[in-house]
């Protein structure tokens, strides 16, 4: 499956005191990349929200933190979607810095994101939409 | 008018990279107070996010940035509702450094915020709730 | 002198439980048009950030909150230096919806910001350097 | 070893569009748990960040996310330390809703969080300070 990417910059607002990126907000990094993901597909985190009986949220994650990006970086967020449940998107994640990921010393982040279906009333797991389980090939 | 005051910490998500407060981040506590004073008249954010028919929203505000407030920093957040228009809650607010607010030295901040009540539906201003017309007095 | 223009994207992060863009982080995006701007004239915020013997801080600010901005909305917000004193950057900003900002009805946001330079030890007011003080043309 | 606990409020500026805590700021409230249980410890967050050569990052952490948490919810957060090498602190967390935490009901958020002491320069893992090796019973 092919691994999609998006570009940011690291501003004030991400830093932290200790002058790096405060360790939270990699994971609004990471969801801006998911999202542009699912625009690269033709649909957009607004109709996700207003579909009728679901909604997604972020059921599990883990983060490995491996260098830190500071101020003015340039970073490139992976965003690979994985075979797992029909009811759930795995993502496996990637922050680089700098234009050329793939470099190991430019590895600064690494994630694996579980976003779960469910019914809106009883919160139980549902199936997803069509156009997602076609996108993640389950 | 009796002026309302509320403590918060600062945490390392409320720093930047300059090893202060994010000039962002002060409006998040000037929030917590104006939701605090409205705790202590008996009624919640949720409960005016649920009325029927009428919205919320900051329609303008000033600030003043005095002096940086640092991280572990205790701060007391002061929130004095002021008469105005009947569509209309206006604050006055402080933040000060430590226990002691009035100390010139301790204040950080002076800002000014006006949340405007509005029609859900046309967005024009509306008369705001009796029970806020009378926690301010108008 | 020149209006400078930035567009950003609305995510998650950067709305609240209204559904729209939570205030404060109007603020984000526009420190990011200021520091894009400032990157325009081939200069960075960390390089601000380490200037010997001097810091910049934001010292005012005053918002208009004209529309809320929404998940999905892209934005475009303007920056436009304005002369001053030597010693104060202050900027003109508005935040439009969409691509065609200028439309009356896409103006969400309209900003005033000061952010003044300082002794790091004193912090009196000091002299911008040369590169902003032409930018400026004080 | 005993169970730290540490309460917060859930205010507009942790939610967004869904109604609920966005996903990265329930690391915010870990945080602040565990900055308060250092500051149980009569040290604090900034006497950490200034300890000479060294320095403390969080190096990976893993979330599952049970129930949301809504606008004006109390959180109960928890901090467990836990025995692990001596360069590293870890701590198993959980945030539970309302004043009882325990109840199967309330449990909101686990987490299991790995701060790294490291050398500032060579950035490899350094012995954590003593008062921190007590603390955590290593």
């Known amino acids: 499956m092919r691994v999609f990417s998006w570009a940011a910059r690291v501003y004030w607002e991400d830093t932290d005191g200790g002058g790096i990126v405060y360790y939270a907000n ?4 990471l969801e801006r990349a998911r999202t542009e993901w699912l625009r690269s597909l033709g649909h957009s985190q607004q109709e996700l929200a207003q579909m009728p ?9 883990s983060v490995e933190y491996r260098r830190p990006a500071r101020l003015d970086d340039e970073l490139i967020i992976t965003c ?5 449940r029909a ?3 795995r993502f496996l994640q990637h922050i680089y810095r700098g234009s050329a990921p793939g470099a190991a010393d430019d590895l600064l ?10 019914d809106k009333r009883t919160l139980k797991p ?8 076609d996108a993640l090939e389950l």
Chains 1, 2, 3, 4 share one sequence.
Do not use: S
């Open 109 to 118: 982040v690494e994630a694996d994101v579980r976003v779960v279906c469910v």
């Open 26 to 29: 990699y994971l609004r990094f």
């Open 80 to 84: 690979e979607p994985r075979n797992e």
């Open 87 to 89: 009811t759930v998107m």
């Open 126 to 133: 549902k199936r997803l939409p069509d156009f997602l389980v």
């Open 53 to 61: 009986g679901i909604l997604f949220a972020v059921a599990a994650l």
